[in-house]
């Protein structure tokens, strides 16, 4: 049997009236306990998810901001999707605002972020401390996808939602150590301001996962400061292969995007990929499978961090003093060509 306007207001605990003057979008009554009884109207079986979306209301925006450096656009259009398949069943609208080089230099937030219709802040790929004070000083609900890599200072002051880093980093290292390899190094920016702690945790996985073995990473042939702006450069990264006295075994990158260009520029200069060196990525976007040999990475649910990310924000939203949480998703092995395994 169809549940009642009673049944409803005996589940939300508002009265009767509160109820029936929600679920006719009387401005009357605020769009947060509006929100909440449809909601669970709709949980209830009151109406159906297609009735559900003529009662929308005009809430304002959810804002994601990123940075206009951020390469690897293939992983972020990933997590947008998600984003956008929560937002769209909700009444909230996606915007979008992109942080310039200037606005990180000065500090500066988009003018979006002030906008009145700015409900909520899901941020991507932005760590600089000065950034984000100015947006905790907002006080907006703000979910970040990553986050900074000492990120104590966000500790009750948002929700964080991350990829798990470290389990299978362990695994392929002990795997290619298993099969006698004993020279590695490590590519990805570990001193820049926007350094996040994902680069971190995958550094210290492999890191540590050598030390059981007596092993260390290869300094020499290591690049691990402003990966993003030298591997814009492709001569750049094929000077700084030609420098190294000796290429590693195995190359262990931070993320697709950084393997993909140093297969490339190792390609360029006459190596064989996997006989004279191993490449792994970190991240599974498109082109890692359509590069030849195809990229041995650890594959990231994108599109549910994404999703995650905008979960928490409607939860927010409707219950500002819940705990703040930090979630983080299991990833995927996967073996490609670039590995001997």
Same mark, same amino acid.
């Given at each position: 049997?169809?549940?009642?306007?009673?049944?409803?207001?005996?589940?939300?605990?508002?009265?009767?009236?509160?109820?029936?003057?929600?679920?006719?979008?009387?401005?009357?009554?605020?769009?947060?306990?509006?929100?909440?009884?449809?909601?669970?109207?709709?949980?209830?079986?009151?109406?159906?998810?297609?009735?559900?979306?003529?009662?929308?209301?005009?809430?304002?925006?959810?804002?994601?901001?990123?940075?206009?450096?951020?390469?690897?656009?293939?992983?972020?259009?990933?997590?947008?999707?998600?984003?956008?398949?929560?937002?769209?069943?909700?009444?909230?609208?996606?915007?979008?605002?992109?942080?310039?080089?200037?606005?990180?230099?000065?500090?500066?937030?988009?003018?979006?972020?002030?906008?009145?219709?700015?409900?909520?802040?899901?941020?991507?790929?932005?760590?600089?401390?000065?950034?984000?004070?100015?947006?905790?000083?907002?006080?907006?609900?703000?979910?970040?996808?990553?986050?900074?890599?000492?990120?104590?200072?966000?500790?009750?002051?948002?929700?964080?939602?991350?990829?798990?880093?470290?389990?299978?980093?362990?695994?392929?290292?002990?795997?290619?150590?298993?099969?006698?390899?004993?020279?590695?190094?490590?590519?990805?920016?570990?001193?820049?301001?926007?350094?996040?702690?994902?680069?971190?945790?995958?550094?210290?996985?492999?890191?540590?996962?050598?030390?059981?073995? @007596? %092993?260390?990473?290869?300094?020499?042939?290591?690049?691990?400061?402003?990966?993003? &702006?030298?591997?814009? =450069?492709? +001569? !750049? $990264?094929?000077?700084?292969?030609?420098?190294?006295?000796?290429?590693?075994?195995?190359?262990?990158?931070?993320?697709?995007?950084?393997?993909?260009?140093?297969?490339?520029?190792?390609? @360029? %200069?006459?190596?064989?990929?996997?006989?004279?060196?191993?490449?792994?990525?970190? &991240?599974?976007?498109? =082109?890692? +499978? !359509? $590069?030849?040999?195809?990229?041995?990475?650890?594959?990231?649910?994108?599109?549910?961090?994404?999703?995650?990310?905008?979960?928490?924000?409607?939860?927010?939203?409707?219950?500002?003093?819940?705990?703040?949480?930090?979630?983080?998703?299991?990833?995927?092995?996967?073996?490609?060509?670039?590995?001997?395994?």
């Amino acid at each position: 049997m169809k549940c009642t306007i009673n049944d409803i207001a005996k589940e939300t605990g508002y009265s009767r009236n509160t109820v029936s003057k929600a679920l006719k979008n009387d401005p009357q009554v605020s769009q947060r306990t509006t929100e909440n009884v449809l909601r669970k109207a709709e949980s209830m079986g009151y109406f159906t998810k297609e009735e559900r979306m003529e009662y929308k209301i005009d809430q304002g925006n959810i804002l994601f901001l990123n940075i206009s450096h951020a390469n690897d656009s293939q992983f972020w259009s990933n997590v947008l999707t998600g984003i956008e398949m929560v937002l769209s069943e909700t009444n909230y609208q996606l915007a979008i605002a992109t942080l310039s080089k200037e606005d990180i230099d000065e500090g500066r937030l988009p003018e979006a972020v002030y906008s009145s219709n700015t409900k909520g802040i899901i941020v991507v790929e932005m760590n600089f401390r000065p950034v984000w004070d100015k947006l905790l000083e907002t006080k907006l609900p703000i979910v970040t996808v990553d986050a900074p890599k000492n990120p104590n200072f966000l500790i009750g002051k948002c929700d964080i939602v991350m990829m798990e880093n470290h389990a299978n980093i362990e695994k392929i290292t002990e795997l290619l150590i298993q099969k006698g390899y004993t020279d590695f190094s490590f590519i990805g920016d570990l001193y820049s301001p926007n350094t996040g702690l994902g680069f971190m945790e995958r550094y210290y996985a492999f890191f540590n996962t050598l030390k059981k073995h @007596a %092993l260390e990473i290869n300094s020499h042939s290591s690049i691990l400061k402003d990966t993003d &702006d030298i591997f814009e =450069n492709f +001569e !750049r $990264i094929k000077e700084l292969l030609k420098s190294m006295k000796k290429i590693p075994e195995v190359f262990l990158c931070g993320n697709d995007w950084l393997a993909i260009q140093l297969i490339y520029a190792l390609q @360029a %200069l006459g190596y064989k990929i996997p006989n004279d060196v191993n490449v792994i990525g970190f &991240d599974n976007i498109p =082109n890692s +499978e !359509r $590069i030849l040999p195809g990229l041995t990475t650890i594959d990231t649910p994108k599109i549910y961090l994404g999703r995650k990310a905008a979960h928490r924000i409607m939860e927010r939203l409707i219950e500002p003093d819940i705990p703040y949480s930090i979630s983080k998703y299991s990833t995927k092995l996967i073996f490609r060509g670039s590995t001997a395994l």
